[in-house]
């Protein structure tokens, strides 16, 4: 093992590496996001607004954003430089269970417990299926 990382939660739920820092995500059960430097092993920063656990999570492949999706329904848009949620898409009526941004357009896809996949294009906060 290289190191280890203690969180605050019984379970983490999801993790994702940042494409040019080093950096992870990490998504837990009790609706906190942290942001963990894993070459200091140390905590950057938590994001809290999530009504349940965080399932899904990803980071933006250029700008600075992730993206989360939990078991309240809600997929939320961060900005980790400005440490804030800057938007939430809502349309799943089940858990979400992943979230990703797609490497080359301005799309998030989710998945759900509600038996559905949905696109969403992250720039104009529309589903576009």
């Not at 999801?14 to 070459?39: A, C, E, M």
Request: charged share 25%; proline share 4%; glycine share 6%.
């Amino acid at each position: 093992m290289l190191t280890k990382f203690e969180t605050k939660s019984a379970r983490v739920k999801g993790l994702s590496f940042h494409p040019k820092r080093p950096w992870i995500l990490t998504s837990l059960h009790n609706g906190v996001i942290q942001l963990w430097d894993y070459r200091m092993c140390t905590l950057i920063d938590k994001f809290d607004e999530h009504d349940g656990p965080v399932r899904g999570i990803d980071f933006h492949k250029q700008q600075p954003l992730f993206v989360s999706g939990g078991d309240d329904y809600k997929i939320k848009v961060w900005n980790y430089k400005l440490r804030r949620c800057l938007f939430t898409l809502l349309g799943h009526l089940d858990y979400i269970r992943t979230t990703f941004f797609h490497h080359e357009y301005p799309w998030i896809l989710s998945a759900s417990d509600d038996q559905t996949i949905r696109v969403w294009n992250w720039q104009s906060r529309t589903c576009v299926w």
